[in-house]
């Protein structure tokens, strides 16, 4: 069955560099998340959205911005890094069905980016 | 809000035997999901099961099973037979939408 996938897979940055993840969410699948997971932590949720809108914003920097695009794909945009972006982001897809329920999430292999 | 807490940061079990990893969760949403994550040395995010808050019947998949205790808040899960391939960090987490997670379990396989 068809994961979500998400490019690039490896990422190295300077400081005050921007960088511009992907994520492609499995077919049909009409909600994309974005989490951050910083080195022995655990994945913090920075944004959604449901059907090309943002539906839901957590601890996400104001240096950062996202969008879902009309073929539900959805980009992450990170401007002037700092050494503390480093971590693994993850992107995760739902089904969110009616609405308002929410369908299970399935997590994207995630992007692993680090910033000199 | 939710909060999810994972009182225990490592555990190990011998192969073949069964271990119980706990979770507690508070929440004020009357709809939400539990689930469990797996997350290998890989760093995968790996479903590896899921609880809907209404539903009294505890899920079960394969040899994993949870322990749902709605009015106590607690969500713990069960591996039955462990296998070496079950080694890995283990998450709570809540959702009504968002996912808020645990700060894990780190699960040891002794051969």
């Known amino acids: 069955a068809a994961g979500v996938i998400q490019s690039p897979r490896h990422l190295i940055k300077e400081k005050r560099e921007t960088a511009t993840l992907k994520c492609y969410p499995i077919p049909r699948h009409d909600t994309v998340y974005w989490y951050q997971q910083g080195p022995g932590q655990d994945p913090q949720f920075l944004i959604s959205?449901?059907?090309?809108?943002?539906?839901d914003k957590g601890s996400i920097p104001d240096r950062f911005s996202a969008q879902q695009f009309s073929d539900y794909h959805s980009e992450l945009n990170m401007s002037s890094l700092e050494l503390g972006d480093s971590a693994l982001y993850f992107c995760?897809?739902?089904?969110?069905?009616?609405?308002?329920?929410?369908?299970?999430?399935?997590f994207g292999p995630g992007t692993r980016l680090l910033v000199l | 809000a939710q909060t999810v807490t994972q009182s225990q940061p490592e555990m190990s079990v011998q192969e073949a035997e069964t271990v119980t990893l706990s979770c507690t969760y508070d929440t004020s949403e009357s709809d939400y999901y539990l689930f469990w994550y797996k997350q290998p040395p890989s760093r995968q995010m790996i479903l590896v099961i899921r609880?809907?808050?209404?539903?009294?019947q505890n899920a079960t998949e394969n040899r994993f099973s949870v322990n749902f205790q709605k009015a106590a808040k607690s969500f713990s899960l069960k591996i039955s037979d462990s296998q070496l391939g079950d080694a890995a960090m283990y998450f709570c987490?809540?959702?009504?939408?968002?996912?808020?997670f645990g700060t894990g379990t780190r699960l040891t396989i002794i051969p």
């Open positions: 987490a809540s959702s009504n939408e968002k996912l808020t």
């Open positions: 959205f449901y059907e090309k809108m943002q539906s």
């Open positions: 609880q809907e808050a209404y539903k009294q």
């Open positions: 995760a897809s739902s089904l969110r069905t009616s609405g308002e329920y929410q369908e299970t999430q399935y």
